[in-house]
T-cell receptor, first 114, second 110 residues
Framework: DVKVTQSSRYLVKRTGEKVFLECVQD?????MFWYRQDPGLGLRLIYF???????EKGDIPEGYSVSREKKERFSLILESASTNQTSMYLC?????????????FGPGTRLTVL | RKEVEQDPGPFNVPEGATVAFNCTYS??????FFWYRQDCRKEPKLLMS???SGNEDGRFTAQLNRASQYISLLIRDSKLSDSATYLC???????????FGQGTELSVKP
């Protein structure tokens, strides 16, 4: 079974703090993704990566950055957290090649910024 | 206009009912489509893939109409355990991105 893990299930931070969300997958997948999910808006893609040290902006990258130093790990960074970044954050991974369209999700991190 | 649109529901149905969800997409370049299921406070999990005109898996049938740009999911003989949010997803080969609808909530009552 594919296993995607995220460092925290629940996180509470203060405005202005730097926040790190970690995601690790154990299936040697090339592709990794960060989404946020908000009521009425569905899942929106923040950043994705097709290989180590590569990153691509998704639909809503503002206020976020990412790091992929190792294949299995993809980190999402909020440089200066703001209240509008309170959300559920979901990490996903997928293999390269013809199965690229199937993504496997981690359990999510519910972040609250006060 | 959202790229993938769904009726958010909620759909409240009795056990044993047949329920259908529709989803429309705006980009005709979409390569393939999926239905994901998401339980409350859990991550989305793949339910069905739709690559051609349709797919059937037990009580679940997904259909794709490329001419009208919509996908449907039919659930027959609903169970209490089917209660969840169902996400319609389009995949664009260019860029390798999944585009999610906002989800349709289903509640199956005894």
């Amino acid at each position: 079974d594919v296993k995607v893990t995220q460092s925290s299930r629940y996180l509470v931070k203060r405005t202005g703090e730097k926040v790190f969300l970690e995601c690790v997958q154990d299936m040697d997948h090339e592709n990794m993704f960060w989404y946020r999910q908000d009521p009425g808006l569905g899942l929106r893609l923040i950043y994705f990566s097709y290989d180590v040290k590569m990153k691509e902006k998704g639909d809503i990258p503002e206020g976020y950055s990412v790091s992929r130093e190792k294949k299995e790990r993809f980190s999402l960074i909020l440089e200066s957290a703001s209240t509008n970044q309170t959300s559920m954050y979901l990490c996903a991974s997928s293999p390269g090649g013809p199965n690229t369209d199937t993504q496997y999700f981690g359990p999510g991190t519910r972040l609250t910024v006060l | 206009r959202k790229e993938v649109e769904q009726d958010p529901g909620p759909f409240n149905v009795p056990e044993g009912a047949t329920v259908a969800f529709n989803c429309t997409y705006s980009n005709s370049a979409s390569q393939s489509f999926f239905w994901y299921r998401q339980d409350c406070r859990k991550e989305p999990k793949l339910l069905m893939s739709v690559y051609s005109s349709g797919n059937e898996d037990g009580r679940f049938t997904a259909q794709l109409n490329r001419a009208s740009q919509y996908i449907s999911l039919l659930i027959r003989d609903s169970k209490l355990s089917d209660s969840a949010t169902y996400l319609c997803v389009a995949f664009y080969n260019q860029g390798g991105k999944l585009i999610f609808g906002q989800g349709t909530e289903l509640s199956v009552k005894p």
